[in-house]
């Protein structure tokens, strides 16, 4: 049976007959695989805890027929360790999990800017410079930009007008100026637009500065932007319904 080697993020595990189980990985190279971990659920699996949520590790796969099988599993950083510890942490990086898996499902080709971009936010939530709710609102706006997404926080996304402009509706791709406002657009504050716009950047000085009810306000409006464009992704491609 051929070999391969690469790092992943096990996103999640589901129990297969006895002691085996079936992980979900976003691999550096590979994009997301499915893979069987056999005798897991055993206390004496070698695999240990190595291949339990949000584990980054470096793997060995055999390829299979239908599924290919971890054969070697060497953890690199164990953020399940202190995620799972926090109730914060486990819910913020919990929807990065889902975010990145159903990102890279749609693109069916691997993402090694998603991949990055999950393990760096990720180790970003574990070391706790940021707030957890503030890295993943910034992980969710880069991951919709690298998936072809990208929000507008300034400029109008209809016709380009340069900002800061008072309108932002996620079906029109972010902020939009006055003429080319649409019905059912939010008005955020100019505090919040200016706080979407150090999430997508990384400006974490700014967006450790920002007033609570402008980041309030923000992480409903990225929550909105996320949500209609998976909603909409997933809507055009079908096939991926039946997962
Ligand atoms: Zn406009």
Redesign the pocket.
Known sequence: MPVYSDEAVVLRTHSLAEADRIITLLTREHGVVRAVARGVRRTSSKFGSRLEPFTHVDLQLAVGRNLDTVTQAVTRAPFGNVIAADYDLYTAASVMLETAERLVSEEREPSVQQYLLLVGALRAMVAGEHRPGDVLDSFLLRSMSVAGYAPSCSA?A????EGPHGAFNPGAGGA??A??RVPGSASPAAGTMVHLGALLAGDWPTVAGVEPRCRREARGLVSAYVAWHLERGLRSMPHLSER
């Open positions: 109008c209809s016709c380009g007008l939009l100026c003429r080319c």
